[in-house]
């Protein structure tokens, strides 16, 4: 019999663990990877170069992040592994893939998408000075750098990411002068039902929040952000906020580390034509799914933080999930005990994830009151009062139109930071629900590339 | 105070030399582009569409916000090309160089 043709793009936990068990069914796939090394963006490689233990880099995760890396050397002769390589566009069951200026079509039978996630972003007045870095770019800086992104950071917005970057930063010895939390600490009271779902992870939040007050840097839950002060040429100087009990404060630093969760890169998937829906929980639309990742289109998968954010743990459960739904549907037979091992893992994970979200929610209220001077595009410095004209002036109530409008989405970033938040604003401008706004449609070429691109075919 | 990125460690690297915009600047083996830039630098370009001066964002080669370019008018994503011991960059595109030569 003729082995499939199955593409995995991503080589993260999701897309590491898909590739694995497709091997282990006597599949050799072809793994597509835009960075340098594998381990995705929360097991990045450091470079060759450098010593620090495993330990150091993972915490309590090291063993996970060891057996991820290990597991993927040894597989790397037993499947077609290209780094370095950007799947920029998908067509008519084709992927097209970009190394060295040079674009090269993959035709599939079955594709698993596994492009993880990026930071979530609201906006603030000042975030477009430099020295604003995403919470997750934070902790790259540290992690596969072993830097600082200031002498003083501020680490704010809302989520678990916060507390574990800072308390990695302060860990590692750089100074963390504030942590700004925008979600109120009474409604993690609420949601401890859910989180007890997965004690061993309440525990080790509740130990970073130790850590870090044992280090005595200041805690504020409940805050409202007002700006991050600086100026042009210097860039980031401070950050003013308003505490739970109104009183405003002005913090001062020279780097400010800002998210909000994250969000799905889905880009790919909208490419592939899969269908979308909003999930209202966490006020974001997403590729639909079933419970092993087959997406509405026939031969297309889709695991990790790409599908559903969820993290690490449930990255490695979803691409071993995908992995056996491509295996069913080529008419394998799959090992039972391991799938519903697998679908169990992941419900439990699930439930946290939402004891998470109901923690720290994303606060849409801010995104609505944003002034109207505030820069939403960080590409191409375009303001909230910009992208309100173009709702009351020009009726442009749905996000693509809204873009087309006023350019919110179509800089260097390709709306992947003034995306969600856009839509916040447009919805509040228009009165209307936020899911009605639509969410931007992905375009191909998926990142900005090279004009001298040759295409062989 | 000359630079945004502090390193915290890894510090005992080989020391490399490259130019930017011409003038020389000294990173380790392993660095990526952007952290030596911005170990000796407080940002990496102006905004072309303000007075803000920007040092990255994302550094997970998303945001596109740390594009530099090579004399030949390649651009590169400074957080995710390492910087090699030679390599002459620019922070600005240099003229012309959209229409590439094959």
């Known amino acids: 019999m003729d082995q499939p043709r199955v593409i995995v793009i991503g080589a993260g936990p999701s897309g590491v663990r898909c590739a694995q068990t497709l091997v282990a069914a006597g599949i050799r796939p072809t793994l597509i990877e835009e960075g340098r090394r594998d381990g995705g963006q929360i097991y990045r490689r450091q470079p060759e170069s450098f010593t620090r233990s495993y330990q150091t880099l993972y915490g309590d995760t090291a063993s996970r992040a060891q057996s991820l890396h290990s597991d993927f050397d040894a597989l790397k002769s037993q499947i077609d592994y290209r780094p370095e390589t950007l799947a920029w566009n998908i067509v008519d069951r084709t992927v097209y893939a970009v190394k060295s200026g040079l674009s090269t079509p993959l035709p599939f039978d079955a594709l698993v998408v596994c492009a993880g996630a990026t930071d979530r972003l609201m906006p603030i007045p000042g975030w477009d000075f430099a020295g604003t870095y995403s919470l997750g770019g934070a902790q790259i800086a540290l992690k596969a750098q072993a830097c600082s992104i200031g002498r003083q950071v501020v680490f704010m917005g809302t989520g678990p990411l916060l507390y574990l970057v800072a308390a990695q930063y302060v860990a590692a010895g750089a100074t963390v002068v504030a942590v700004l939390d925008t979600s109120p600490f009474t409604l993690r009271v609420g949601a401890l039902p859910k989180l007890l779902a997965q004690p061993a992870a309440l525990a080790k939040g509740v130990g970073l929040v130790a850590a870090l007050k044992r280090a005595r840097v200041p805690l504020h839950s409940g805050v409202t952000l007002i700006e991050i002060a600086g100026t042009a040429q210097d860039g980031v100087q401070g950050v003013v906020f308003e505490d739970s009990k109104g009183v405003r404060h002005r913090v001062v630093c020279d780097a400010v580390g800002l998210g909000y969760h994250l969000r799905p890169e889905t880009q790919l998937a909208d490419l592939a034509r899969c269908e979308f829906e909003f999930h209202a929980d966490r006020r974001l639309w997403m590729p639909k799914v079933d419970g092993m990742g087959r997406s509405s289109v026939k031969g297309v998968y889709l695991a990790g933080d790409s599908a559903r954010v969820l993290g690490a743990d449930a990255a490695e459960a979803s691409g071993r999930l995908a992995a056996f739904a491509v295996l069913q549907d080529q008419g394998r037979t799959v090992p039972a005990d391991q799938v519903q091992a697998t679908e169990r893992t992941l419900t439990r994970i699930r439930r946290f994830q939402a004891g998470l979200n109901q923690a720290f929610p994303w606060p849409h209220a801010q995104a609505a009151a944003l002034p109207d001077h505030a820069v939403v595009c960080r590409c191409e410095n375009v303001t909230a009062g910009e992208l309100r004209h173009v709702v009351h002036q020009m009726g442009a109530q749905e996000a693509n139109r809204a873009k087309a409008f006023s350019r919110v989405g179509m800089g260097r970033c390709q709306g992947r930071y003034c995306g969600v938040a856009g839509a916040e604003i447009i919805a509040q401008a228009s009165g209307v629900p936020v899911e009605l706004v639509g969410r931007l449609r992905g375009q191909a070429p998926i990142k900005p590339m090279t004009i001298a691109v040759e295409d062989p075919a | ?102």
């Open chain 2, 1 to 102: 105070m000359n630079a945004r990125f502090y390193r915290l460690a890894e510090t005992d690297r080989t020391p490399i030399e490259l130019l930017i915009d011409g003038k020389p600047i000294f990173a380790l083996q392993g660095d990526t582009l952007l952290v030596a830039l911005l170990s000796g630098s407080r940002h990496v370009r102006v905004s072309e569409f303000g007075d803000t001066t920007r040092a990255g964002f994302c550094l997970m080669g998303a945001c596109q916000d740390c594009w530099v370019w090579t004399e030949s008018g390649d651009r590169l994503r400074a957080c995710s090309t390492q910087a090699e011991s030679g390599m002459s960059l620019l922070t600005s595109q240099p003229e012309g160089s959209w229409i590439s030569p094959v």
